[in-house]
């Protein structure tokens, strides 16, 4: 059963405004819902992700965050993440998909008190 994830973009300038949309579509939509507590520092949190099926990605966390793929000692990959401001890619987009390699699993650093949310959307199609 495919999996439809829309990503709409819009943008207002001098009073001017204009939308576009992309639909991506994938066979699996590999998600992350996870609350990283106060003062984390490389926290281990499962979630994996084939790069190489990647149709589309958005990262969100509700706080300034870290996020390093595969190891805490020699990352693959790192997202520093700002509160409230997604990382987000999808083929043909033009741009560099923030995932070089395929992920095994990410490791978390959060600085401050307080709880915060990391939320990944993803779709991969293993039939593209």
Known sequence: MPFTLPLTYSVSFDGARTEAGYDAVGSSKPALDETIPGASSDLAVTWSCDVSELDAIVVLASTDMTVET???????????????????????????????????????????????????????????
């Open 70 to 128: 595969n190891s805490s000692g020699s990352p693959v990959n790192t997202l520093a993440l700002k509160a409230g401001r997604p990382v987000f890619w999808f083929t043909g987009c033009g741009w560099a998909c923030p995932l070089t390699a395929d992920v095994t699993a990410l490791y978390v650093t959060k600085a401050g008190a307080g709880d915060a949310s990391l939320r990944i959307w993803a779709l991969q199609d293993a039939t593209p």
